[in-house]
């Protein structure tokens, strides 16, 4: 019959369904008292009021009342625990050394002038520089796709990288640092080429040399609206831009590459308790993999991180990256408190209804998908790597800001688990869809990519679908496989991380 329930760590006082399981059902020597939902936790021994709720070995929350042997635990059952001290943290005392084997460390991608990531396609980017000009851009990329994108079968798409952003907004404030360095290096990401197409309104706040070096900030790559002669001259003038840069961009082809020039986003939302045992873990399993292989892995989400922060940052392989760590937790515990919120804002109503109690536990299935590997860097949000490794990208944990935050910093495709399920995708680069269990699978079968939930019925392992999933990526990324948010054109908004005032 399969597993029944899943217990993950030794020291574990509590164990999720496989399915769900009626009152009276007796599991080993467990008598199920309530009807317990799929993948919610069942007690495994009887647990007083103020003892810890244990999961992966971790004390999720503590006891509000007592529990009984077989009772069903939810969310209203734990009080969540202190998070986990910043200035007493160890770094670098847990750095695996033996990674898993890759099955290859080549991809077929487009090189970028030396020092850049490869792209793993071919699109014309457009930059805004203010929402102002967004509706005249959308029309304007609708007759590029039409009118010129077939004369140049060799690239990909034409993408438009609108924002709320760009005026309105306190421009010199310290924290506009973000949003703005991350419209700088979308102006610059790997998929487009190196062929910078700036659209201006020309009175915003946020100017162009702001965005772009002397070198690039030219009439050949910039169109202001407010010097052109109308609607129909700026179209134009737009239009002849882009056949320009289509022209260059045709030029392109694919060439194997080594996988050290390629850069990977991992992501999770629409969580649940299957993804820290199933898809998470088998995402590490390719991230180890990648990382061996010379690859780039970011993974985020900061409040998705806080309560496994201590376990990050003994893998951090030396002192400043750990202190690089710190500091970007302070940085958002901060941010909340001035939002009168703390890290327990985070699980939404359906990562609740897929078994998650509160965010420690979430947070500890999150953090599967780094793998093992040393952490060589972290970023803040929107900064471009300097190492080649596995990298803490600092994003909030928004899938939208999230993804953006990570385009911005050259993630070029990026692997998304979910539990409950989501159409998300990125337009600027691929997203594959990993899910936790079979449910899902079945539900949706033309929109995830990868099926990590045979791990959780005993039918596969994490090394399988995690192989499954390297093999996955490297398709993706090499142009010989689509993903089912491509194929749909499932594309989320590109969306701007601003903790900056809109004045």
């Known amino acids: 019959m399969g597993n ?22 007796i599991m080993d020597d467990i008598l199920a008292n309530q009807d317990i939902p799929q993948g919610h936790k069942i007690a495994l021994c009887n647990i007083e009021e103020g003892q810890p709720i244990i999961r992966y070995g971790v004390t999720l929350g503590y006891a509000l009342h007592s529990i009984k042997k077989g009772d069903w635990i939810n969310e209203h059952m734990l009080e969540l625990p202190i998070p986990p001290a910043l200035d007493e943290m160890q770094f670098a005392t847990n750095l695996v050394k033996v990674l898993p084997e890759p099955p290859t460390r080549t991809f077929m991608g487009y090189p970028n002038k030396d020092g850049e990531y490869a792209g793993t396609r071919n699109i014309l980017g457009i930059v805004t520089t203010v929402q102002c000009v967004t509706g005249v851009l959308n029309n304007a990329v609708k007759r590029i796709k039409k009118e010129l994108l077939p004369k140049y079968p060799n690239v990909d798409d034409v993408v438009a990288i609108n924002h709320a952003y760009g005026c309105g907004v306190a421009i010199n404030a310290p924290e506009a640092i973000i949003p703005i360095r991350m419209l700088q290096n979308m102006v610059k990401h790997p998929n487009f080429g190196g062929e910078t197409m700036i659209i201006s309104l020309g009175c915003e706040k946020l100017t162009l040399d702001m965005l772009l070096d002397s070198e690039h900030n030219t009439s050949d790559n910039v169109v202001t ?63 180890d993999m990648l990382v061996n292989a010379g690859a780039t ?24 990256v750990g202190k690089k760590l710190a500091d970007e937790m302070k940085w958002y515990d901060q ?19 897929g078994g998650l109690s509160n965010i420690v536990e979430k947070a500890m299935g999150s953090i599967a998908k780094s793998g093992s590997s040393p952490i060589v860097e972290v970023l803040s949000p929107g900064e471009r790597p300097t190492k080649k ?4 990208a600092a994003t909030p944990a928004s899938d939208f800001v999230c993804g953006s935050c990570q385009l911005s910093s050259g993630m070029t495709l990026q692997v998304f688990m ?15 869809k990993v899910c936790s269990r079979d449910d899902m ?5 033309d929109l995830i990519d990868v099926n990590a939930g045979p791990i959780a019925t005993g039918e ?34 590109f969306t701007l991380f601003n903790p900056a005032p809109i004045t």
């Open 4 to 25: 029944r329930y899943i217990k993950i760590n030794e020291n574990d006082n509590v164990a999720i369904t496989v399915n769900a399981i009626p009152a009276g059902t």
């Open 225 to 287: 609206f407010q010097n052109e002669n109308g609607h129909q001259a700026i179209m134009a003038e737009i239009m002849k831009m882009a056949e320009n840069k289509l022209k260059r961009l045709n030029e392109r082809v694919r060439v194997e590459l080594p996988l050290s020039q390629l850069c990977i986003g991992f992501q999770c939302g629409g969580s649940d308790a299957f993804s820290g045992v199933t898809a998470n873990p088998s995402a590490g399993y390719a991230a």
């Open 297 to 320: 892995v970011m993974f985020s989400e900061v409040t998705e991180v806080r309560d496994g922060v201590h376990i990050i940052a003994e893998r951090c392989v030396n002192e400043e």
């Open 335 to 353: 941010y909340l408190n001035n939002g009168q919120v703390d890290r327990s804002a985070n699980p939404t109503p359906g990562n609740k209804k």
């Open 389 to 392: 490794g596995m990298i803490f």
């Open 418 to 432: 979910t539990g409950r399920g989501t159409p998300y995708g990125l337009e600027a680069a691929p997203v594959i």
């Open 441 to 445: 699978k079945n539900m949706w079968q």
């Open 460 to 493: 596969a392992t994490i090394q399988e679908i995690g192989t499954q999933l390297f093999n996955e990526i490297i398709d993706v990324a090499s142009g010989r496989k689509q993903t089912f948010a491509e194929q749909y054109e499932i594309y989320n908004d």
